[in-house]
């Protein structure tokens, strides 16, 4: 009984690695310098954190599995700077959302006038640009 369970465990666990591999597949196939060169630097800032969590984590569950506490193991230090890297990337995704989608939405109001502000002439403006239009003929 507990051989089948181990059994049935490892077989899930090798499904599992060849769904790892069959996904990483692209990435591992080509340079990272070719990978890299095509994303923005965004991207590029998670992909680097990506990459250094994982094989952070990789490197925790080798440790575990081993019989190393990784909670004493340097490791987990490591894997603490990451997670604060991927915060700062998340932190600065969002806040360049809200500029674009202010900045979005800034535009739709002088477009459409749909927004918080409703539209507004500058009738002096308006003016100045008729006369000199007319004094122009």
């Not at 990272?32 to 991207?43: C, G």
């Not at 890297?85 to 477009?111: L, Q, V």
């Not at 409703?118 to 009738?123: C, S």
Request: glycine share 6%.
């Amino acid at each position: 009984m507990a051989e089948e369970k181990l059994q049935k465990q490892a077989d899930q666990f090798g499904l599992a690695v060849d769904n790892v591999h069959r996904a990483l597949g692209p990435i591992l196939n080509q340079p990272l310098d070719q990978i890299v060169a095509k994303l923005t630097a965004i991207q590029r800032c998670e992909l680097e954190a990506l990459v250094a969590y994982s094989i952070n984590t990789l490197f925790w569950i080798y440790l575990k599995a081993n019989g190393v506490p990784p909670k004493e193991h340097p490791v987990i230090n490591e894997l603490q700077r990451v997670q604060r890297y991927i915060a700062k990337i998340n932190k600065t995704k969002a806040a360049a959302a809200a500029a674009e989608a202010e900045t979005d939405g800034s535009a739709r109001t002088a477009e459409t006038g749909d927004g918080s502000r409703p539209m507004q002439v500058d009738k002096d403006a308006a003016g100045r640009l008729i006369r000199n239009a007319i004094n122009s003929k």
